[in-house]
């Protein structure tokens, strides 16, 4: 049976609670990154020991046709060695290792693939996938989740491509997709775009689900979130947030889910309605 934990999780991210009543969905910002190599399964492994809700992890396809983990274009950030991640195989991937950037005593991470994340992940956590390419890898993740027998309410894809969260919806209707947005501020009007018609009108054109908003508070106030659900916005989450300052700031707001470096620190910030050491 599912969880308690995981039953608060569902309803949320469906918008059927006040999130400030009853708490944000904490997930694991590539893994627990802050302590742990990002997006390897000795992350997620500390997401979970941080008592994480989920874990958001970055997905490219490979000239082999594997969905693999990895946030950059190429490796050389994370391998020690550049190899541009679309321009190779997973076995060109995989004679690199991607621990010990991070730290010696993670010497050794391997790169995981879809399915090796997957099988970390435990029963009732949430997987928030997130897609770095594409429509291309679409049809291959569909392909991946059926094969895994993966329970489709567990999932959360996130992806900046409008095309493909429109192909996500097409091919799996069922399964949450919100549309990531960041904001710039131009230079010579000093106006932050997107602008907030833009946002409104981006997810409605890809038919998403939700938002997945950095988290600017000059760009993300009370006023922007409420004139989206207005304009049919159901339910957003934020990224990246590693202050419990913050973390309050977009409790208030009613984000259904805060993506963190650091899930402990967030969810004893968001328990304690506290100050906590940075």
Known sequence: ????????????????LDSTVWGQVIVGHRGASFDA??????????????????????????TDGQIVCIHDKDTARTGGRRLKVSGSSLEQLRQLEYGSWKDARFAGEPLPTFADVWRAIPEGKLFVVELKVGPEIVRPLKQQLE?????????????F???????CKELLPTVRVH??????KDAKS????????????SMRDCKADGLGTQGNRQVVTPEFIEQLKRRGMAEFHVWTIDSPDDARYFQKLGA??????RPALIRES?????????
């Open 1 to 16: 049976m599912l969880n308690a934990r995981w039953l608060l999780t569902v309803v949320l991210f469906c918008g059927c």
């Open 37 to 62: 190599p990002e997006n390897t399964v000795a992350a997620f492994e500390e997401a979970w020991r941080q008592q994480a809700d989920g874990v958001e992890g970055d997905f490219y396809l490979t």
């Open 147 to 159: 094969e895994l027998k993966v329970p489709l309410e567990q999932v959360l894809i996130i992806a």
């Open 161 to 167: 491509n409008t095309e493909t969260v429109a192909l």
């Open 179 to 184: 549309w990531l947005t960041g904001y710039k």
């Open 190 to 201: 000093g106006q932050w775009r997107p602008s907030l018609e833009q946002v409104a009108q």
């Open 256 to 261: 259904v889910g805060i993506t963190t470096n």
């Open 270 to 278: 968001l328990a304690t309605g506290k100050p906590s050491p940075l």
